[in-house]
């Protein structure tokens, strides 16, 4: 996002929450810091949505949208395939005990099977 369209995005909610929104060059700095690797387009529909459903202004954190939780659960969904992949690869890579292996060490252990 460009500080201009920080600038338009207050415009939209000066609007809505007239005395409520702080329109100073150092809001528009703190403001554009925090919201420009943010798409605008985003950043509109997320305001668009947050005045049909609330009555005072956006923070920041819902100006994005929870776009932190979607990076977190993209993560989190990148890794789960990660660890799935080596799990398979390792199933590959499995060798199994000889057979006779499993009765071998019951005899060694003095353990007897009865069949009832």
Do not use: C
Request: proline share 4%; net charge negative.
């Amino acid at each position: 996002m460009k500080r201009a369209q920080v600038i338009d995005l207050l415009i939209k909610l000066k609007e809505e929450y007239a005395h409520q929104i702080d329109t100073s060059d150092t809001e528009i700095d703190r403001l554009y810091e925090h919201l420009k690797d943010f798409p605008f387009d985003k950043a509109v529909e997320n305001v668009r949505q947050h005045i049909l459903t609330n009555s005072w202004p956006p923070k920041i954190a819902q100006i994005r949208g929870g776009q932190g939780d979607m990076k977190e659960d993209f993560r989190s969904k990148v890794d789960a395939a990660h660890i799935l992949a080596e799990r398979e690869n390792s199933r590959s890579e499995v060798v199994l005990p000889p057979a006779g292996w499993k009765e071998s060490l019951y005899a060694k252990l003095g353990y007897t099977r009865t069949t009832e």
